[in-house]
Nanobody
């Protein structure tokens, strides 16, 4: 199983980034996908979730209106478009999968991608 994030980097306040997560090794189309983030000295927090078929999305209040999560089940990809970035958005962003199995679910984490918002 692999979740490989990309697209992080240094961006100025007010800028945009699009994070990507390439998934493999599990049934992506039956998995709810999420993005989490963890800033230095803080707990990991949920940013956004998209259901397996993409029919429903939820967002953290701190980023609502500035981020959009999407997925492409044909490519086993999930994306996070982030706009109007603020310095407080600086964190490592992680891709997370909750794969539905016969009984319950199995969860997976990516290795994370650094997002730094600074002038």
């Amino acid at each position: 199983v692999q979740l490989v994030e990309s697209g992080g980097g240094l961006v100025q306040p007010g800028g945009s980034l699009r994070l990507s997560c390439a998934a493999s090794g599990f049934t992506f189309s039956r998995s709810d996908m999420s993005w989490y983030r963890q800033a230095p000295g803080k707990e990991r927090e949920l940013v956004a979730t998209i259901t397996s078929a993409g029919g429903s999305t939820t967002y953290a209040d701190s980023m609502k209106g500035r981020v959009t999560i999407s997925r492409d089940n044909a490519k086993n990809m999930v994306y996070l478009q982030m706009n109007s970035l603020k310095p407080e958005d600086t964190a490592v962003y992680y891709c997370y999968a909750r794969a539905k199995v016969a009984i319950g679910a199995i969860t997976y984490w990516g290795q994370g991608t650094q997002v730094t918002v600074s002038s």
